[in-house]
Protein backbone atom coordinates (compact mmCIF):
# COMPACT_ATOMS: atom_id res chain seq x y z
CA UNK A 1 0.00 0.00 0.00
CA UNK A 2 2.01 2.88 -1.24
CA UNK A 3 -1.17 5.81 -0.05
CA UNK A 4 -2.14 6.93 3.77
CA UNK A 5 -5.09 4.81 5.27
CA UNK A 6 -7.02 7.44 7.10
CA UNK A 7 -10.35 6.86 8.78
CA UNK A 8 -9.03 3.71 10.91
CA UNK A 9 -11.08 2.46 13.41
CA UNK A 10 -10.06 2.24 16.73
CA UNK A 11 -7.62 -1.02 17.42
CA UNK A 12 -8.95 -4.28 18.68
CA UNK A 13 -7.90 -5.73 22.14
CA UNK A 14 -3.89 -7.40 22.34
CA UNK A 15 -3.84 -10.34 21.82
CA UNK A 16 -1.39 -12.65 23.35
CA UNK A 17 2.41 -12.52 21.96
CA UNK A 18 1.37 -9.78 19.29
CA UNK A 19 3.64 -7.00 18.93
CA UNK A 20 2.05 -3.50 18.72
CA UNK A 21 3.62 -0.82 17.16
CA UNK A 22 1.96 2.69 17.95
CA UNK A 23 4.08 6.26 16.78
CA UNK A 24 2.57 9.04 18.84
CA UNK A 25 4.32 11.30 16.44
CA UNK A 26 7.06 11.40 13.79
CA UNK A 27 4.92 10.15 11.10
CA UNK A 28 3.34 13.27 8.79
CA UNK A 29 5.10 15.40 10.36
CA UNK A 30 9.22 16.33 11.27
CA UNK A 31 9.13 16.39 14.95
CA UNK A 32 7.71 14.78 18.03
CA UNK A 33 9.05 11.74 17.31
CA UNK A 34 8.09 8.45 19.44
CA UNK A 35 6.99 5.31 18.89
CA UNK A 36 5.53 2.87 21.43
CA UNK A 37 5.86 -0.57 21.36
CA UNK A 38 3.77 -3.58 23.44
CA UNK A 39 4.10 -6.95 24.40
CA UNK A 40 2.38 -9.10 26.34
CA UNK A 41 1.46 -6.42 28.88
CA UNK A 42 4.66 -4.65 29.00
CA UNK A 43 5.63 -1.24 26.76
CA UNK A 44 9.00 -0.10 25.36
CA UNK A 45 9.53 3.52 24.08
CA UNK A 46 11.57 4.56 21.51
CA UNK A 47 12.40 8.38 21.60
CA UNK A 48 10.55 10.85 22.99
CA UNK A 49 11.10 14.02 21.16
CA UNK A 50 9.36 17.65 20.73
CA UNK A 51 8.03 19.43 17.57
CA UNK A 52 8.65 23.38 17.14
CA UNK A 53 5.68 25.27 16.52
CA UNK A 54 4.77 26.94 13.14
CA UNK A 55 3.22 30.47 12.77
CA UNK A 56 0.09 29.45 12.99
CA UNK A 57 0.33 28.62 16.71
CA UNK A 58 1.14 31.64 18.47
CA UNK A 59 2.69 31.85 22.01
CA UNK A 60 3.66 28.12 21.94
CA UNK A 61 6.64 27.27 23.17
CA UNK A 62 6.66 23.55 22.21
CA UNK A 63 4.32 20.27 20.90
CA UNK A 64 4.87 16.99 22.70
CA UNK A 65 3.63 13.62 21.81
CA UNK A 66 0.01 12.65 22.76
CA UNK A 67 0.93 10.49 25.63
CA UNK A 68 -2.58 10.04 27.03
CA UNK A 69 -2.56 6.73 25.38
CA UNK A 70 -0.10 5.51 27.29
CA UNK A 71 -0.25 7.45 30.80
CA UNK A 72 -2.41 5.13 33.00
CA UNK A 73 0.15 2.16 32.09
CA UNK A 74 3.41 3.99 32.69
CA UNK A 75 4.52 1.55 35.24
CA UNK A 76 4.50 -1.38 32.16
CA UNK A 77 7.10 0.30 30.34
CA UNK A 78 10.30 -1.26 30.70
CA UNK A 79 12.87 1.46 29.47
CA UNK A 80 12.96 4.36 26.96
CA UNK A 81 15.24 3.93 24.47
CA UNK A 82 16.64 7.19 22.59
CA UNK A 83 18.02 6.74 19.01
CA UNK A 84 20.03 10.17 19.13
CA UNK A 85 20.52 13.86 21.03
CA UNK A 86 18.70 16.07 18.87
CA UNK A 87 15.66 17.76 19.97
CA UNK A 88 13.09 16.15 18.24
CA UNK A 89 14.21 13.16 19.78
CA UNK A 90 15.00 14.15 23.46
CA UNK A 91 13.03 17.12 24.25
CA UNK A 92 9.67 15.53 25.24
CA UNK A 93 11.74 13.10 27.64
CA UNK A 94 11.70 15.82 30.84
CA UNK A 95 7.21 15.96 30.63
CA UNK A 96 6.87 12.17 30.25
CA UNK A 97 9.65 11.49 33.38
CA UNK A 98 7.67 13.89 35.58
CA UNK A 99 5.24 11.34 35.59
CA UNK A 100 7.17 8.26 36.09
CA UNK A 101 10.84 9.49 36.97
CA UNK A 102 12.57 5.76 37.11
CA UNK A 103 11.43 4.90 33.60
CA UNK A 104 15.31 3.36 32.61
CA UNK A 105 16.72 5.81 29.91
CA UNK A 106 18.99 3.79 27.45
CA UNK A 107 21.35 5.44 24.75
CA UNK A 108 24.90 6.17 23.77
CA UNK A 109 26.70 8.45 25.73
CA UNK A 110 26.16 11.58 24.75
CA UNK A 111 23.01 11.36 23.84
CA UNK A 112 22.47 10.58 27.76
CA UNK A 113 24.79 13.40 28.80
CA UNK A 114 22.49 15.86 26.65
CA UNK A 115 19.50 14.07 28.41
CA UNK A 116 20.56 14.32 31.54
CA UNK A 117 21.94 18.23 31.35
CA UNK A 118 18.14 19.19 30.15
CA UNK A 119 16.55 16.71 33.15
CA UNK A 120 18.66 18.93 35.63
CA UNK A 121 16.68 21.81 34.21
CA UNK A 122 13.56 19.92 35.86
CA UNK A 123 15.02 18.40 38.53
CA UNK A 124 14.74 15.02 37.51
CA UNK A 125 17.23 12.40 38.05
CA UNK A 126 17.22 10.00 35.75
CA UNK A 127 18.13 6.23 36.12
CA UNK A 128 19.98 5.68 32.60
CA UNK A 129 22.06 2.91 30.88
CA UNK A 130 24.62 3.80 28.33
CA UNK A 131 25.04 1.36 25.65
CA UNK A 132 27.56 1.24 22.48
CA UNK A 133 26.69 -0.28 19.28
CA UNK A 134 26.98 -3.99 19.52
CA UNK A 135 25.39 -3.81 22.75
CA UNK A 136 22.39 -6.07 23.34
CA UNK A 137 19.82 -5.37 26.45
CA UNK A 138 17.64 -8.18 27.68
CA UNK A 139 14.33 -5.83 28.29
CA UNK A 140 11.85 -8.35 28.65
CA UNK A 141 9.52 -9.12 26.39
CA UNK A 142 12.09 -7.63 24.16
CA UNK A 143 15.69 -7.74 23.80
CA UNK A 144 17.25 -4.97 21.55
CA UNK A 145 20.47 -4.58 19.68
CA UNK A 146 21.99 -1.50 18.84
CA UNK A 147 23.63 -0.85 15.45
CA UNK A 148 25.94 2.19 15.08
CA UNK A 149 24.47 4.78 12.36
CA UNK A 150 26.33 8.16 11.14
CA UNK A 151 23.83 10.83 11.40
CA UNK A 152 24.40 14.81 12.33
CA UNK A 153 25.29 14.05 16.20
CA UNK A 154 27.45 11.82 16.99
CA UNK A 155 26.08 8.46 19.15
CA UNK A 156 23.48 8.13 17.04
CA UNK A 157 22.10 4.13 17.48
CA UNK A 158 19.42 2.40 15.56
CA UNK A 159 18.08 -0.52 17.62
CA UNK A 160 17.52 -3.32 16.30
CA UNK A 161 14.36 -5.16 18.85
CA UNK A 162 13.37 -9.30 19.03
CA UNK A 163 10.42 -10.74 20.36
CA UNK A 164 8.78 -13.45 20.15
CA UNK A 165 6.36 -11.95 17.60
CA UNK A 166 8.84 -10.54 15.27
CA UNK A 167 11.33 -8.59 14.56
CA UNK A 168 11.82 -4.77 14.42
CA UNK A 169 14.81 -2.41 13.22
CA UNK A 170 14.42 1.00 14.18
CA UNK A 171 16.95 3.21 12.67
CA UNK A 172 16.31 6.57 14.03
CA UNK A 173 17.47 9.52 11.75
CA UNK A 174 20.44 8.13 9.83
CA UNK A 175 22.88 8.78 6.51
CA UNK A 176 25.28 6.62 5.12
CA UNK A 177 28.01 9.09 4.98
CA UNK A 178 31.58 7.37 4.16
CA UNK A 179 33.68 10.06 4.60
CA UNK A 180 32.41 11.31 8.68
CA UNK A 181 34.57 13.80 10.77
CA UNK A 182 34.23 11.70 13.39
CA UNK A 183 34.97 8.41 11.21
CA UNK A 184 31.88 6.51 12.17
CA UNK A 185 30.21 5.23 9.86
CA UNK A 186 26.59 3.30 9.30
CA UNK A 187 27.57 -0.20 10.17
CA UNK A 188 26.26 -1.85 7.03
CA UNK A 189 28.39 -5.04 8.11
CA UNK A 190 25.52 -4.96 10.38
CA UNK A 191 22.86 -4.28 9.00
CA UNK A 192 23.66 -7.11 6.70
CA UNK A 193 23.76 -9.41 9.66
CA UNK A 194 20.33 -8.52 10.77
CA UNK A 195 19.37 -8.72 7.47
CA UNK A 196 20.71 -12.74 7.28
CA UNK A 197 18.86 -13.37 10.60
CA UNK A 198 15.66 -11.76 9.37
CA UNK A 199 13.93 -8.21 9.45
CA UNK A 200 10.16 -8.45 9.99
CA UNK A 201 9.53 -5.08 9.99
CA UNK A 202 11.37 -1.98 9.01
CA UNK A 203 10.77 1.51 10.22
CA UNK A 204 13.44 3.56 8.10
CA UNK A 205 14.01 7.48 8.57
CA UNK A 206 12.20 9.03 5.48
CA UNK A 207 13.23 12.38 5.45
CA UNK A 208 14.96 12.85 2.59
CA UNK A 209 13.48 10.13 0.91
CA UNK A 210 12.43 12.47 -1.67
CA UNK A 211 16.09 13.11 -2.51
CA UNK A 212 17.56 11.56 -5.48
CA UNK A 213 20.89 9.86 -5.60
CA UNK A 214 23.14 10.30 -2.21
CA UNK A 215 23.58 13.02 0.68
CA UNK A 216 27.22 14.69 0.00
CA UNK A 217 29.55 13.78 2.84
CA UNK A 218 30.21 16.29 5.77
CA UNK A 219 33.34 16.98 5.05
CA UNK A 220 32.67 19.30 1.99
CA UNK A 221 31.49 21.71 4.19
CA UNK A 222 34.86 22.30 5.71
CA UNK A 223 36.79 24.10 2.74
CA UNK A 224 33.49 26.32 1.74
CA UNK A 225 33.45 27.37 5.37
CA UNK A 226 37.18 28.05 5.14
CA UNK A 227 36.75 30.23 2.34
CA UNK A 228 33.86 32.20 3.75
CA UNK A 229 36.01 32.89 6.82
CA UNK A 230 39.11 34.01 4.59
CA UNK A 231 37.09 36.56 2.99
CA UNK A 232 35.05 37.83 5.89
CA UNK A 233 35.76 41.54 6.11
CA UNK A 234 33.88 41.65 9.67
CA UNK A 235 32.18 39.60 12.46
CA UNK A 236 31.19 36.09 11.41
CA UNK A 237 28.29 35.26 12.96
CA UNK A 238 27.41 31.13 12.40
CA UNK A 239 23.71 29.91 13.46
CA UNK A 240 23.10 26.03 13.73
CA UNK A 241 21.47 24.29 15.40
CA UNK A 242 22.69 24.03 19.01
CA UNK A 243 23.43 20.00 19.06
CA UNK A 244 24.91 20.05 15.80
CA UNK A 245 28.42 18.85 16.76
CA UNK A 246 29.77 18.42 13.42
CA UNK A 247 29.20 21.41 12.33
CA UNK A 248 30.18 23.30 15.33
CA UNK A 249 33.85 21.66 15.07
CA UNK A 250 33.68 22.57 11.87
CA UNK A 251 33.46 26.51 12.98
CA UNK A 252 36.15 25.94 15.43
CA UNK A 253 38.18 24.45 13.20
CA UNK A 254 37.95 27.09 10.12
CA UNK A 255 38.33 30.07 13.34
CA UNK A 256 41.45 28.39 13.99
CA UNK A 257 42.86 28.40 10.40
CA UNK A 258 42.16 32.03 9.76
CA UNK A 259 42.90 33.02 13.60
CA UNK A 260 39.95 34.07 14.49
CA UNK A 261 38.20 33.39 18.20
CA UNK A 262 35.23 31.89 18.78
CA UNK A 263 32.29 32.66 21.43
CA UNK A 264 29.16 30.33 21.76
CA UNK A 265 26.04 32.46 22.38
CA UNK A 266 23.17 30.81 23.53
CA UNK A 267 21.96 29.00 27.20
CA UNK A 268 21.45 25.73 25.42
CA UNK A 269 24.55 26.05 22.44
CA UNK A 270 26.94 25.96 25.58
CA UNK A 271 25.57 23.76 27.56
CA UNK A 272 25.72 21.16 24.98
CA UNK A 273 29.12 21.72 23.44
CA UNK A 274 30.68 21.82 26.88
CA UNK A 275 29.36 18.68 27.28
CA UNK A 276 30.72 17.64 23.90
CA UNK A 277 34.02 18.96 24.73
CA UNK A 278 34.05 17.32 28.07
CA UNK A 279 33.14 14.22 26.74
CA UNK A 280 35.89 14.04 23.37
CA UNK A 281 33.07 14.74 20.92
CA UNK A 282 34.10 18.26 20.40
CA UNK A 283 38.36 19.26 19.92
CA UNK A 284 38.82 22.46 20.65
CA UNK A 285 42.26 24.03 19.68
CA UNK A 286 43.69 25.66 22.98
CA UNK A 287 42.95 29.41 23.23
CA UNK A 288 40.09 29.50 20.18
CA UNK A 289 37.12 29.48 22.83
CA UNK A 290 36.38 33.08 24.44
CA UNK A 291 33.21 33.65 26.75
CA UNK A 292 30.95 36.33 25.23
CA UNK A 293 31.81 39.11 27.57
CA UNK A 294 35.02 39.10 26.01
CA UNK A 295 33.80 39.61 22.07
CA UNK A 296 34.66 43.54 22.46
CA UNK A 297 38.55 42.95 23.53
CA UNK A 298 39.37 41.64 20.06
CA UNK A 299 39.12 43.42 16.20
CA UNK A 300 35.53 42.35 14.48
CA UNK A 301 37.76 40.55 11.99
CA UNK A 302 39.30 37.93 15.14
CA UNK A 303 35.58 37.24 15.99
CA UNK A 304 33.19 33.64 15.32
CA UNK A 305 30.19 34.13 17.32
CA UNK A 306 28.30 30.54 16.70
CA UNK A 307 24.84 31.01 17.88
CA UNK A 308 21.35 29.34 17.73
CA UNK A 309 18.27 30.36 15.65
CA UNK A 310 18.85 28.81 12.13
CA UNK A 311 15.25 27.80 12.00
CA UNK A 312 13.95 31.10 12.70
CA UNK A 313 12.48 30.47 16.29
CA UNK A 314 11.66 33.63 17.75
CA UNK A 315 13.27 33.44 20.93
CA UNK A 316 16.72 32.41 19.49
CA UNK A 317 20.23 34.09 19.76
CA UNK A 318 19.76 34.64 15.78
CA UNK A 319 16.10 35.98 15.67
CA UNK A 320 16.84 38.59 18.68
CA UNK A 321 20.15 39.89 16.78
CA UNK A 322 17.77 40.26 13.71
CA UNK A 323 15.11 42.84 15.46
CA UNK A 324 17.73 44.65 17.53
CA UNK A 325 16.88 42.71 20.59
CA UNK A 326 20.11 41.14 21.95
CA UNK A 327 23.34 42.01 23.41
CA UNK A 328 24.61 41.49 20.00
CA UNK A 329 23.92 44.18 17.23
CA UNK A 330 24.40 43.18 13.83
CA UNK A 331 26.41 46.00 12.02
CA UNK A 332 26.81 46.61 8.17
CA UNK A 333 29.78 44.08 6.88
CA UNK A 334 28.98 41.22 9.44
CA UNK A 335 28.71 37.57 7.87
CA UNK A 336 25.86 35.60 8.75
CA UNK A 337 25.92 31.88 7.83
CA UNK A 338 22.75 29.74 8.30
CA UNK A 339 24.33 26.29 8.37
CA UNK A 340 21.17 23.99 8.70
CA UNK A 341 18.65 22.44 6.06
CA UNK A 342 14.96 24.52 6.37
CA UNK A 343 12.23 22.23 8.48
CA UNK A 344 9.19 22.55 6.31
CA UNK A 345 7.25 25.06 8.04
CA UNK A 346 9.86 27.03 8.82
CA UNK A 347 10.23 28.99 5.44
CA UNK A 348 8.43 32.07 6.38
CA UNK A 349 10.10 32.40 9.97
CA UNK A 350 13.64 32.44 8.22
CA UNK A 351 13.18 34.47 4.95
CA UNK A 352 11.71 36.87 7.30
CA UNK A 353 15.20 36.95 9.65
CA UNK A 354 17.19 36.53 6.22
CA UNK A 355 15.93 40.09 4.99
CA UNK A 356 15.70 41.50 8.07
CA UNK A 357 19.75 40.73 8.69
CA UNK A 358 19.88 42.30 4.41
CA UNK A 359 18.08 45.55 5.54
CA UNK A 360 21.23 45.63 8.57
CA UNK A 361 23.68 45.45 5.94
CA UNK A 362 24.67 41.95 6.86
CA UNK A 363 26.02 39.50 4.03
CA UNK A 364 23.70 36.61 4.68
CA UNK A 365 25.08 32.74 3.50
CA UNK A 366 22.63 30.26 3.41
CA UNK A 367 21.84 26.32 1.82
CA UNK A 368 20.05 28.71 -1.12
CA UNK A 369 23.74 30.15 -2.24
CA UNK A 370 26.80 28.18 -0.55
CA UNK A 371 27.47 25.04 -0.04
CA UNK A 372 27.30 25.12 3.88
CA UNK A 373 25.28 22.52 5.04
CA UNK A 374 24.55 19.14 4.19
CA UNK A 375 21.68 17.00 5.25
CA UNK A 376 21.64 14.27 8.06
CA UNK A 377 19.40 12.27 6.63
CA UNK A 378 19.90 9.36 4.17
CA UNK A 379 18.89 9.88 0.65
CA UNK A 380 16.87 7.84 -1.78
CA UNK A 381 20.02 6.27 -3.46
CA UNK A 382 20.77 5.46 0.45
CA UNK A 383 17.65 3.74 1.28
CA UNK A 384 18.15 1.53 -1.92
CA UNK A 385 20.67 0.27 -0.28
CA UNK A 386 19.12 -0.27 2.88
CA UNK A 387 16.43 -2.36 1.33
CA UNK A 388 18.72 -4.89 -0.38
CA UNK A 389 20.81 -4.91 2.35
CA UNK A 390 18.10 -5.82 4.81
CA UNK A 391 15.27 -7.41 2.55
CA UNK A 392 12.46 -6.35 4.81
CA UNK A 393 8.89 -8.42 4.90
CA UNK A 394 7.56 -5.31 5.80
CA UNK A 395 8.05 -1.35 5.83
CA UNK A 396 6.67 1.04 7.49
CA UNK A 397 8.39 4.75 6.82
CA UNK A 398 8.86 7.03 9.46
CA UNK A 399 10.09 10.40 10.37
CA UNK A 400 8.41 12.53 8.01
CA UNK A 401 5.73 14.47 6.35
CA UNK A 402 3.02 12.16 3.78
CA UNK A 403 5.15 13.09 0.89
CA UNK A 404 7.93 11.36 2.38
CA UNK A 405 6.45 8.54 3.36
CA UNK A 406 4.77 7.90 0.66
CA UNK A 407 8.39 7.77 -1.03
CA UNK A 408 9.76 6.03 1.09
CA UNK A 409 7.13 3.40 0.79
CA UNK A 410 7.49 3.84 -3.11
CA UNK A 411 11.53 3.16 -2.92
CA UNK A 412 10.82 0.23 -0.93
CA UNK A 413 8.46 -1.37 -3.62
CA UNK A 414 11.05 -0.86 -6.45
CA UNK A 415 13.36 -2.61 -4.41
CA UNK A 416 10.49 -6.11 -4.27
CA UNK A 417 8.81 -5.37 -0.82
CA UNK A 418 4.81 -5.93 -1.97
CA UNK A 419 3.24 -3.43 -1.78
CA UNK A 420 0.91 -4.24 0.48
CA UNK A 421 3.65 -5.14 2.49
CA UNK A 422 4.11 -1.29 2.67
CA UNK A 423 2.78 0.36 6.29
CA UNK A 424 1.53 3.76 5.81
CA UNK A 425 -0.08 5.88 8.22
CA UNK A 426 0.32 9.00 10.03
CA UNK A 427 0.55 9.59 13.86
CA UNK A 428 -1.70 7.68 15.69
CA UNK A 429 -1.57 4.35 13.32
CA UNK A 430 -1.68 1.07 15.05
CA UNK A 431 0.29 -1.87 13.78
CA UNK A 432 0.37 -5.25 15.42
CA UNK A 433 2.54 -8.32 14.00
CA UNK A 434 2.17 -12.02 15.04
CA UNK A 435 4.10 -15.03 13.78
CA UNK A 436 6.59 -12.29 11.45
CA UNK A 437 3.21 -11.44 9.75
CA UNK A 438 2.27 -7.13 10.13
CA UNK A 439 -1.00 -5.30 9.21
CA UNK A 440 -2.56 -2.63 10.19
CA UNK A 441 -5.08 -2.94 12.63
CA UNK A 442 -6.54 0.60 13.36
CA UNK A 443 -5.70 3.98 14.95
CA UNK A 444 -5.84 5.73 18.18
CA UNK A 445 -6.46 9.79 18.32
CA UNK A 446 -3.00 11.69 17.87
CA UNK A 447 -3.59 15.18 18.73
CA UNK A 448 -0.80 17.81 19.60
CA UNK A 449 -0.01 18.73 23.05
CA UNK A 450 1.38 22.45 23.77
CA UNK A 451 3.46 23.35 25.66
CA UNK A 452 2.81 27.26 26.60
CA UNK A 453 4.90 28.82 29.51
CA UNK A 454 4.43 26.41 32.49
CA UNK A 455 1.25 25.16 30.53
CA UNK A 456 1.43 21.54 29.37
CA UNK A 457 -1.25 20.39 27.74
CA UNK A 458 -3.92 23.38 28.47
CA UNK A 459 -4.35 24.89 25.68
CA UNK A 460 -6.54 23.90 22.88
CA UNK A 461 -6.91 24.45 19.21
CA UNK A 462 -9.63 26.89 19.66
CA UNK A 463 -7.41 28.98 22.19
CA UNK A 464 -4.52 29.29 19.35
CA UNK A 465 -7.53 30.03 17.02
CA UNK A 466 -8.41 33.07 19.06
CA UNK A 467 -4.57 34.03 18.72
CA UNK A 468 -4.12 34.10 15.21
CA UNK A 469 -7.82 36.25 15.54
CA UNK A 470 -6.35 38.78 17.80
CA UNK A 471 -3.06 39.17 15.80
CA UNK A 472 -4.44 39.30 12.32
CA UNK A 473 -7.87 40.78 12.80
CA UNK A 474 -8.20 42.48 16.26
CA UNK A 475 -10.54 43.00 18.94
CA UNK A 476 -13.29 44.93 19.69
CA UNK A 477 -14.73 45.50 23.13
CA UNK A 478 -18.54 46.51 23.60
CA UNK A 479 -19.91 47.68 26.79
CA UNK A 480 -23.60 48.67 27.21
CA UNK A 481 -25.81 48.82 29.90
CA UNK A 482 -29.32 48.03 30.13
CA UNK A 483 -32.35 48.78 32.24
CA UNK A 484 -34.26 45.78 32.35
CA UNK A 485 -37.38 46.86 34.22
CA UNK A 486 -37.90 50.19 31.37
CA UNK A 487 -36.51 48.03 28.79
CA UNK A 488 -33.77 50.15 27.29
CA UNK A 489 -30.16 51.18 27.04
CA UNK A 490 -29.03 53.35 29.91
CA UNK A 491 -25.71 53.79 28.69
CA UNK A 492 -23.28 52.68 25.81
CA UNK A 493 -22.29 51.70 24.04
CA UNK A 494 -19.13 52.08 24.57
CA UNK A 495 -16.65 50.38 22.02
CA UNK A 496 -13.05 50.32 21.96
CA UNK A 497 -11.01 48.65 19.39
CA UNK A 498 -7.46 47.61 18.75
CA UNK A 499 -5.62 46.48 15.14
CA UNK A 500 -9.35 47.26 13.76
CA UNK A 501 -9.57 50.54 12.33
CA UNK A 502 -7.38 53.80 12.75
CA UNK A 503 -10.02 55.77 14.69
CA UNK A 504 -12.85 54.18 16.90
CA UNK A 505 -14.89 57.12 15.79
CA UNK A 506 -15.14 55.57 13.02
CA UNK A 507 -17.96 52.70 15.21
CA UNK A 508 -20.24 56.34 15.65
CA UNK A 509 -22.82 55.46 13.05
CA UNK A 510 -23.08 51.66 14.67
CA UNK A 511 -23.40 52.64 18.37
CA UNK A 512 -27.12 53.39 17.74
CA UNK A 513 -28.11 50.29 15.53
CA UNK A 514 -26.36 48.22 18.43
CA UNK A 515 -28.53 50.02 20.76
CA UNK A 516 -32.13 49.66 19.01
CA UNK A 517 -31.21 46.11 18.55
CA UNK A 518 -30.93 45.51 22.22
CA UNK A 519 -34.07 47.47 23.05
CA UNK A 520 -35.79 45.36 20.74
CA UNK A 521 -34.75 42.12 22.22
CA UNK A 522 -35.90 43.79 25.45
CA UNK A 523 -39.15 44.65 24.25
CA UNK A 524 -40.22 40.74 22.72
CA UNK A 525 -42.45 39.29 24.08
CA UNK A 526 -42.24 35.83 26.04
CA UNK A 527 -39.20 35.03 27.81
CA UNK A 528 -36.80 37.99 29.11
CA UNK A 529 -33.75 36.99 27.46
CA UNK A 530 -30.53 36.38 29.16
CA UNK A 531 -27.21 38.23 29.94
CA UNK A 532 -25.86 35.86 26.91
CA UNK A 533 -28.46 35.92 24.55
CA UNK A 534 -28.02 40.31 24.63
CA UNK A 535 -24.45 39.60 24.41
CA UNK A 536 -25.05 37.04 20.82
CA UNK A 537 -27.00 40.48 19.41
CA UNK A 538 -24.34 42.45 20.55
CA UNK A 539 -21.86 40.15 18.75
CA UNK A 540 -24.11 39.65 15.46
CA UNK A 541 -24.90 43.60 14.91
CA UNK A 542 -21.34 44.69 15.39
CA UNK A 543 -19.89 41.90 13.35
CA UNK A 544 -22.20 41.92 10.40
CA UNK A 545 -21.38 46.12 10.36
CA UNK A 546 -17.43 45.55 10.34
CA UNK A 547 -17.45 42.75 7.91
CA UNK A 548 -19.89 44.79 5.51
CA UNK A 549 -17.90 48.49 6.46
CA UNK A 550 -14.34 47.09 7.47
CA UNK A 551 -13.75 43.71 5.68
CA UNK A 552 -12.41 42.79 8.68
CA UNK A 553 -13.30 39.88 11.61
CA UNK A 554 -12.09 40.75 14.73
CA UNK A 555 -12.47 39.12 17.88
CA UNK A 556 -15.76 40.66 19.20
CA UNK A 557 -16.30 40.89 22.88
CA UNK A 558 -19.52 42.20 24.25
CA UNK A 559 -20.37 43.05 28.05
CA UNK A 560 -23.71 43.71 29.45
CA UNK A 561 -24.45 45.19 32.26
CA UNK A 562 -27.99 44.77 33.98
CA UNK A 563 -28.26 48.45 35.77
CA UNK A 564 -29.43 48.05 39.85
CA UNK A 565 -28.46 44.57 39.97
CA UNK A 566 -26.75 44.55 42.88
CA UNK A 567 -29.03 46.54 44.72
Request: negative net charge; charged residues 25%; proline residues 5%.
Amino acid sequence: MTQIQYDLPKPPKLGRDTLRVMPLGGLGEVGRNMTVYELNGKLLIVDCGVLFPEETQPGVDLILPDLSHILDRLDDVVAMVLTHGHEDHIGAVPYLLKRRPDIPIIGSQLTLALVEAKLQEHRIKAKSLAVVAGDVEDLKPFECEFVAVNHSIPDALAVFIRTTAGTVLHTGDFKMDQLPLDGRITDLRHFSRLGEEGVDLFLPDSTNAEVPGFTPTEKNIGGVLSSIFRDAPKRIIVASFSSHVHRVQQVIDAAAEHGRKVALVGRSMVRNMTIAEKLGYLQVPKNTLIDLKDVERYRDDEVVLMCTGSQGEPMAALSRMASGDHRVQIEEGDTIILASSLIPGNENSVFRIINGLLKLGANVIHKGNAKVHVSGHAAAGELLYCYNILEPEYVMPVHGEVRHLIANGKLAVQTGVPEENVLLGESGIVVDMKDHRAKIVGAVECGYVYVDGKSVGEITDQDLKDRRTLGEEGFVSIITVVDRRSKRVVAGPDIHARGVAEDDSVFKSITPKISSALEEALKEGGKAPSNHQLQQVVRRTMGQWIARKLRRKPMIIPVVVEAGKDK
